[in-house]
């Protein structure tokens, strides 16, 4: 088993510890060298993780002969650059999501994937959660019958609690983040979709900006029909009052019902007989198994737990969502 020697570009606050520090906890992983362009925070990451090189210039990153593995932790609109230029060397590459700043652009990563004949995998960590793993297992035991609908709410006041806190507001800016919180958060929900449902037949959707208060649209409403005749229909509203604050996915089917928050720690499955509770803890470093499944599949021993096929459906998907009304 080769030992997967990762460099971070953007060491920024996703990886201080929902990702960094986990790649020294993965059998055969170890973390070898960061960069940031801010040099002065490249070094200090460094120094505080215990990792021994790192630099201002991705390319001189991806040049290290140590180096044989790469993680894109940068806003989106450096993925697509900076993981060609990692496939360009042969290197695997583990790229944050959301993939790319459009379908367009996850495309294009495809087709290099393809080019180069390489290895790329999109950080849809929830995938390798407990907590998704338990809802899968239920759906697969049709626990609650047939799915018939799903329904998805994500409603957060303008600052929502989920964003990284202290993080730069780079999600609000459609030109670095592809959109707005939108792009941001639903990644995490629309893919667990795709990995419970499977291949989308129809999608449609429309955003507006309802507040103004900044350039990204905070409105955003969707549909989607799998090839499995479920329905799903979500909403996402960035612009509520806190006490409104929703996060929430019911699946309901001809049996009953399992609902979840994305991003909170319980299922709930509810049958016309019975009401369950299953609670998790969550990983210290969230992203642990995921980075877990890709060492595995980096030697060959475990399928690529989310593909960037997977990834180009999943920003379709957001595209066709955020289509602006024409008023």
């Not at 795709?194 to 449609?204: I, K, Q, T, W």
């Not at 509770?277 to 060492?295: D, K, R």
């Amino acid at each position: 088993m080769q030992t997967i020697n990762w460099g971070i570009i953007g060491c920024g606050d996703v990886t201080e510890k929902k990702s960094g520090p986990a790649f020294n906890k993965v059998p055969g992983s170890k973390l070898v060298a960061v960069m940031r362009r801010d040099a002065t925070k490249a070094a200090d990451y460094a120094k505080r993780h215990n990792v021994n090189k790192w630099y201002s210039d991705a390319h001189d990153l991806i040049n290290d002969d140590e180096v044989n593995a790469i993680y894109v932790a940068t806003p989106p609109s450096s993925h697509l650059s900076y993981a060609i230029a990692a496939l360009q060397k042969r290197l695997p590459v583990y790229v944050e999501k959301p993939v790319t700043m459009n379908a367009h652009e996850a495309q294009q990563l495809a087709d290099a994937v393809k080019q180069y004949n390489g290895q790329l995998i999109v950080a849809h960590y929830r995938r390798r959660l407990p907590m998704f793993l338990k809802v899968k297992e239920l759906l697969e035991q049709s626990r609650i019958g047939n799915v018939r609908t799903v329904q998805l709410r994500l409603w957060q006041s303008r600052k929502p609690a989920l964003v990284t806190k202290g993080a730069p507001n780079w999600r609000t800016q459609p030109n670095v983040s592809g959109g707005g919180y939108f792009h941001d958060l639903s990644p995490h929900q629309l893919d667990l979709m795709l990995y419970f449902f499977g291949n989308p037949v129809h999608y449609s959707g429309f955003s507006l900006n309802q507040a103004q208060a900044t350039d990204a649209d905070d409105h955003v409403c969707g549909s989607v029909v799998f090839e499995n005749n479920v329905v799903l229909n979500g909403s996402w509203c960035f612009n509520v009052a806190e006490t409104e604050n929703t996060d929430l996915c019911e699946i309901i089917g001809s049996e009953g019902k399992i609902s979840f928050p994305v991003f909170g720690d319980s299922v709930t499955l509810k049958t016309a007989s019975d009401q369950q509770v299953f609670t998790f803890e969550h990983p210290e470093n969230i992203q642990l198994p995921m980075i877990e499944s890709m060492v595995n599949y980096i030697n060959g021993r475990e399928a690529n737990p989310c593909t960037i096929d997977e990834a180009v459906t999943l920003m379709k998907i957001i595209d066709a969502f955020a289509t602006k009304i024409n008023k």
